[in-house]
């Protein structure tokens, strides 16, 4: 049999049974090999799709599904767990879990809107009744939404906070999630408690899951004022990824008060703020403030971080205007260094460090502080006080340096304003060294040294220094701890405290008693 040479493929009249030539069946061959070498990445790239979605819609599988086609933007803000469709902006099966869309091929976050999700528990004892809750608006804000309650229950449509009463669950009491889209322009939960009795159902939230990711859609915003946007939520956790809209938002008063179950916060932007009055107040498990958080030009931040026990430390602020520290970071035990922050404008330092963990203080500004009441009480780490700080005009030093356990010594501070030294430095158990200071304006020592480890100079400049003032009647006490016993005082400091407690006129030592009373080591 004579070959037929061509070099083109298989005529297209051959048949099942045919004979082909050698160049026809080699081309044959070759096309084959190409078709199935581009076909063999594509059917394993779906084999892995098809692995990977099979889990997720096993349970779904039944005679009446049908897979929905959406672009990625109109893809269903609310949906259930499990739900299939076909993205046809990326091309690719798309699964919904927990609030957000996620492509199939790599389970990849697609979502372009996101519901403000809440979790709530409605049997925990609140404000409604065990199988209600009531979203905390704010009367007078613009509403204009639509929320899933997840209990079944049709979408219901918002537009107003007046006249709103608690939602009642057809499904009984329990845990709900709850999807809200559309405009929500605030929240704000009441911060006050009457006879221990929380005044809304802010214990009820348990856990914030989305705050939405669109500005002006479904994205929690606030205005000029977040005030006690989430007070007193102490069941809540924070799991959102990104905080609610706060670009112009000034008043950040509250905002996370007694929220005691939050680890950490999302971004907000608080750039705008200027009160930031108990902003992160009793927040016990907030271990750190995010540094992309930059804080605006602050007038107000008493009570800030107060009561931050496990804040492990402060972000930068910008206090210049600031005219009190009243409590800013009291009890925070786990900070070890305190910024630097302007207290140029400051009047009130009274409580702003107490129990704060910090080894050492800045030379801060307190040229116009007149309260220093309780300021660095209780600062068990405090290793020194600083001879720079300015307590000129300080007028109340009331437990100020009580309790500081690891001063050994103290400087010669300027506190001849100061009227009342009640506590003072009470119980700084290993202070030795005092030196001889100006407190003739003082008309309260009340336990100032008390609880002390005074060496005997120390007792005779303190004794000295009470003599200068020429008061009389008053009362105070060395004894306790280790200070040095009367035994072994030096003879000014003998003659010294003669003078204070004889009656008052009577001759003694060249100049008359002064009726005062003094307890001390025997």
């Given at each position: 049999?004579?070959?037929?040479?061509?070099?083109?493929?298989?005529?297209?009249?051959?048949?099942?049974?045919?004979?082909?030539?050698?160049?026809?069946?080699?081309?044959?061959?070759?096309?084959?090999?190409?078709?199935?070498?581009?076909?063999?990445?594509?059917?394993?790239?779906?084999?892995?799709?098809?692995?990977?979605?099979?889990?997720?819609?096993?349970?779904?599988?039944?005679?009446?599904?049908?897979?929905?086609?959406?672009?990625?933007?109109?893809?269903?803000?609310?949906?259930?767990?499990?739900?299939?469709?076909?993205?046809?902006?990326?091309?690719?099966?798309?699964?919904?879990?927990?609030?957000?869309?996620?492509?199939?091929?790599?389970?990849?976050?697609?979502?372009?809107?996101?519901?403000?999700?809440?979790?709530?528990?409605?049997?925990?004892?609140?404000?409604?009744?065990?199988?209600?809750?009531?979203l905390p608006l704010i009367s007078g804000n613009s509403y204009d939404f639509q929320i899933d309650w997840g209990d079944g229950t049709p979408l219901e449509h918002i537009t107003s906070a007046t006249s709103l009463t608690p939602h009642t669950f057809t499904q009984g009491p329990g845990e709900?999630?709850?999807?809200?889209?559309?405009?929500?322009?605030?929240?704000?939960?009441?911060?006050?408690?009457?006879?221990?009795?929380?005044?809304?159902?802010?214990?009820?939230?348990?856990?914030?899951?989305?705050?939405?990711?669109?500005?002006?859609?479904?994205?929690?915003?606030?205005?000029?004022?977040?005030?006690?946007?989430?007070?007193?939520?102490?069941?809540?956790?924070?799991?959102?990824?990104?905080?609610?809209?706060?670009?112009?938002?000034?008043?950040?008063?509250?905002?996370?008060?007694?929220?005691?179950?939050?680890?950490?916060?999302?971004?907000?932007?608080?750039?705008?703020?200027?009160?930031?009055?108990?902003?992160?107040?009793?927040?016990?498990?907030?271990?750190?403030?995010?540094?992309?958080?930059?804080?605006?030009?602050?007038?107000?931040?008493?009570?800030?971080?107060?009561?931050?026990?496990?804040?492990?430390?402060?972000?930068?602020?910008?206090?210049?205007?600031?005219?009190?520290?009243?409590?800013?970071?009291?009890?925070?035990?786990?900070?070890?260094?305190?910024?630097?922050?302007?207290?140029?404008?400051?009047?009130?330092?009274?409580?702003?460090?107490?129990?704060?963990?910090?080894?050492?203080?800045?030379?801060?500004?307190?040229?116009?502080?007149?309260?220093?009441?309780?300021?660095?009480?209780?600062?068990?780490?405090?290793?020194?006080?600083?001879?720079?700080?300015?307590?000129?005009?300080?007028?109340?030093?009331?437990?100020?340096?009580?309790?500081?356990?690891?001063?050994?010594?103290?400087?010669?501070?300027?506190?001849?304003?100061?009227?009342?030294?009640?506590?003072?430095?009470?119980?700084?158990?290993?202070?030795?060294?005092?030196?001889?200071?100006?407190?003739?304006?003082?008309?309260?020592?009340?336990?100032?040294?008390?609880?002390?480890?005074?060496?005997?100079?120390?007792?005779?400049?303190?004794?000295?220094?009470?003599?200068?003032?020429?008061?009389?009647?008053?009362?105070?006490?060395?004894?306790?701890?280790?200070?040095?016993?009367?035994?072994?005082?030096?003879?000014?400091?003998?003659?010294?405290?003669?003078?204070?407690?004889?009656?008052?006129?009577?001759?003694?030592?060249?100049?008359?008693?002064?009726?005062?009373?003094?307890?001390?080591?025997?």
């Amino acid at each position: 049999m004579t070959q037929r040479v061509t070099s083109r493929p298989p005529e297209d009249d051959k048949v099942k049974g045919d004979t082909l030539f050698v160049n026809e069946f080699n081309e044959l061959n070759s096309v084959i090999n190409d078709n199935a070498s581009d076909a063999n990445p594509r059917l394993s790239s779906l084999t892995n799709d098809i692995s990977n979605l099979s889990p997720r819609v096993d349970t779904m599988v039944d005679n009446n599904f049908t897979m929905v086609s959406y672009d990625t933007i109109n893809l269903p803000i609310i949906a259930n767990d499990g739900e299939v469709s076909y993205d046809t902006s990326i091309n690719s099966i798309v699964y919904h879990q927990n609030g957000r869309w996620y492509s199939a091929n790599d389970d990849n976050d697609i979502s372009i809107k996101v519901a403000l999700r809440l979790k709530i528990k409605t049997d925990i004892i609140a404000n409604s009744a065990n199988d209600q809750f009531l979203l905390p608006l704010i009367s007078g804000n613009s509403y204009d939404f639509q929320i899933d309650w997840g209990d079944g229950t049709p979408l219901e449509h918002i537009t107003s906070a007046t006249s709103l009463t608690p939602h009642t669950f057809t499904q009984g009491p329990g845990e709900y999630i709850l999807n809200i889209i559309g405009e929500v322009n605030g929240f704000k939960f009441d911060p006050y408690v009457v006879d221990d009795i929380i005044l809304d159902d802010a214990l009820k939230i348990i856990e914030i899951l989305d705050l939405g990711n669109t500005p002006n859609y479904n994205r929690l915003k606030f205005g000029s004022s977040a005030n006690s946007a989430f007070a007193n939520c102490s069941n809540m956790a924070n799991n959102s990824i990104v905080g609610p809209d706060t670009s112009n938002t000034t008043d950040f008063s509250l905002f996370y008060y007694n929220c005691s179950n939050i680890t950490s916060i999302p971004y907000m932007d608080v750039s705008q703020g200027t009160n930031y009055s108990g902003m992160f107040k009793q927040c016990g498990k907030l271990s750190n403030i995010p540094s992309s958080l930059v804080f605006g030009k602050a007038t107000n931040v008493t009570e800030m971080f107060s009561r931050c026990s496990d804040l492990v430390e402060f972000p930068y602020i910008d206090t210049e205007l600031c005219e009190s520290f009243y409590e800013f970071a009291h009890n925070c035990p786990t900070v070890r260094e305190i910024p630097h922050y302007d207290t140029s404008s400051c009047t009130s330092f009274n409580r702003a460090f107490r129990v704060c963990g910090a080894t050492n203080l800045p030379n801060f500004d307190t040229s116009k502080v007149t309260d220093f009441s309780f300021a660095f009480e209780i600062m068990g780490k405090l290793l020194s006080f600083p001879s720079e700080i300015d307590t000129s005009k300080g007028e109340i030093f009331e437990y100020c340096w009580s309790k500081c356990g690891e001063l050994t010594s103290f400087p010669s501070l300027n506190v001849q304003s100061g009227t009342n030294f009640q506590g003072a430095w009470l119980s700084c158990d290993k202070l030795a060294d005092f030196p001889i200071l100006n407190f003739d304006s003082g008309d309260n020592f009340i336990n100032a040294w008390q609880n002390c480890n005074l060496s005997a100079q120390s007792i005779e400049n303190i004794f000295v220094s009470l003599v200068n003032t020429n008061k009389t009647g008053l009362v105070t006490s060395v004894s306790g701890g280790t200070n040095e016993s009367k035994q072994n005082w030096t003879s000014l400091a003998l003659s010294s405290y003669e003078i204070l407690v004889a009656n008052v006129g009577v001759p003694i030592h060249g100049t008359t008693g002064r009726g005062w009373g003094i307890q001390h080591n025997s």
